[in-house]
């Protein structure tokens, strides 16, 4: 079938473009998401800004200064926990900072990938370079290095309560003194090894260097800034589909113009890029006074949760360009300080969970409408033949068990309080476990974003829309009739979903048709 869109390269489907790594400047200020994807993917390589590196050796001057003084200062001088007040010498520095290592590596589950890992390391070094950690400049080198060799700590996701990732940063700082494992050259090897086959050596922690490399949200931050990204593309993947599926239904376009010129935030945005994005999809609207809900305010939904996404992208930012340490060096003295609570990303985070659950109770409706005669004027299921082709009567099911299944991720887990260290650690925000499950919620947004597309597909091949669907709505059709064929008689569906899955959960491919059809708040919102 000819397509009227642009050509998409071949090697888009399957591989990542080779392009040389390009450099990324991290002065603790400005990192981006997108700069941090790029990173983690191995696609740019981090220089330090050197402005940014005085900082450090000042802050790190502050540190120093109170362990020749003997000023109390908790992880330093001082150990951690339920034994802050026991006194660390300065003959037992090293030794101390070892011990902390070893007990807090402890995280336990199935190991993040290593692109989470390296968007960590990126991190804890971006954060240090605010000045406010008091880190040694050698350690910088040495973070650095792991990431240039590619030599990957392998770090597990259960273990932190969301008050700093103490037991999934503790398995990276153990990897870089040579203890825990590492991945390098694709393979799993005891730390020690994997350094050595890098032309690495362990690293040797110095004062307050232990706890830099385990009081830290860097772990969580780094999974939450990179599922951001995935849930900017499942987005716009969505509101294509929605077009789609309007075109099924033979849905009016008259709300998106009431939303643009009547709403308020970024519902007109969203209304306007809807209205210019499907302007050369043709569908006529039915006879029906009015489409049901899940259509007439689908942008309102969706453009309720552009907002959450895009303000949880922000904080994210904020939070990739802070120092989450404690204690802190300001002002050349070093302070406690209560800033390894995430408590502002936390609840963005949950927001945005919520959102995708109304999103996907939506898209479930729309689901359901499709499939309802009385409403679509088509036949019942969207069978060809009604009475003997059942066609999406049973697998509606998968749907409805997929909204269900987003629903409960939505619920919010923050709220759970459990007083640790003999009631000195009496707040947390379980961080980790928030972006574990955002993590699954894409995953099944993903899905129910594919089986939409694939009953909408449906829906259009019987209202013999071929050839009138030239928009966004038209690449989505494009797409799927690569490999989804219309149903004409009952198959094992399960392919199908599948495939509508592959096919439009492609990050390379949603890039490119963004690139199409642009949507600025969108674009400007996941930098």
Not at 216 to 235: C, G, I, P
Not at 510 to 527: C, K, M, N, S, V
């Amino acid at each position: 079938m000819n397509s009227p869109f642009p050509a998409i390269p071949s090697d888009i489907e399957t591989t990542r473009p080779q392009a040389p790594a390009q450099p990324i400047m991290v002065d603790g200020r400005s990192l981006t998401i997108g700069q941090l994807e790029t990173i983690a993917h191995r696609r740019g390589q981090i220089m330090t800004c050197p402005i940014a590196l005085s900082q450090v050796e000042k802050a790190r001057h502050a540190v120093e200064q109170a362990v020749e003084n003997g000023t109390a200062a908790y992880g330093v001088t001082t150990s951690v926990g339920a034994y802050k007040d026991c006194v660390v010498n300065a003959n037992s520095m090293h030794d101390f900072n070892m011990r902390l290592l070893r007990a807090h590596s402890f995280a336990i589950g199935t190991p993040l990938p290593v692109e989470d890992v390296r968007a960590a390391i990126a991190l804890r070094i971006n954060a240090s370079l605010t000045g406010h950690a008091g880190i040694h400049p050698e350690l910088l080198i040495a973070l650095h290095n792991l990431l240039e060799r590619d030599v990957i700590p392998e770090v597990r996701p259960i273990g932190s309560l969301g008050c700093a990732d103490i037991g999934l940063m503790g398995q990276i700082g153990a990897a870089l003194v040579g203890e825990g494992f590492a991945y390098v050259d694709g393979e799993r090897r005891p730390a020690l090894e994997a350094l050595a086959r890098a032309g690495l050596v362990p690293y040797r922690p110095q004062s307050k260097e232990g706890l830099v490399l385990v009081s830290s949200n860097a772990t969580s931050v780094a999974r939450a800034a990179l599922l951001l990204a995935k849930a900017y593309r499942l987005f716009y993947v969505s509101i294509a589909v929605l077009g789609l599926s309007s075109a099924g239904f033979s849905a009016s376009r008259q709300p998106w113009l009431a939303a643009k010129h009547t709403e308020s935030g970024l519902i007109p945005d969203l209304a306007d890029f809807a209205l210019s994005s499907f302007a050369a999809d043709k569908w006529s609207a039915s006879s029906r006074v009015h489409d049901p809900l899940s259509y007439r305010c689908a942008v309102q939904v969706s453009g309720t949760a552009l907002e959450a996404l895009v303000h949880a992208s922000r904080v994210a930012r904020e939070s990739m360009n802070n120092s989450d340490d404690n204690p802190v060096v300001v002002d050349g003295a070093l302070i406690t300080s209560g800033r390894s609570l995430p408590q502002r990303l936390t609840l963005a985070l949950e927001n945005l969970q919520l959102n995708i659950g109304h999103l996907s109770r939506s898209m479930l409706n729309r689901i359901i409408a499709l499939g309802r005669c009385e409403l679509t004027g088509l036949a019942r299921n969207l069978t060809p033949h009604d009475g003997s082709v059942l066609a999406f009567g049973p697998p509606v099911k998968q749907a409805v068990d997929l909204f269900a299944s987003i629903a409960d991720d939505s619920s919010p887990a923050s709220l759970v309080n459990v007083t640790v260290a003999d009631g000195m650690e009496d707040e947390e925000t379980f961080l980790p476990l928030i972006t574990r499950k955002l993590e699954r919620q894409l995953d099944l947004w993903g899905k129910l974003i594919a089986h939409e597309a694939f009953v909408a597909r449906q829906a259009v091949y019987l209202r013999r829309l071929d050839g009138q669907l030239n928009g966004l709505a038209g690449a989505i059709l494009t797409r799927l009739e690569k490999e989804l064929l219309p149903i004409d008689d009952d198959r094992i569906y399960t392919l199908d979903f599948i495939a509508a899955e592959r096919l439009l959960i492609n990050d390379q491919w949603i890039d490119h048709l963004a690139q199409t059809y642009a949507f600025p708040i969108w674009e400007e919102g996941r930098r």
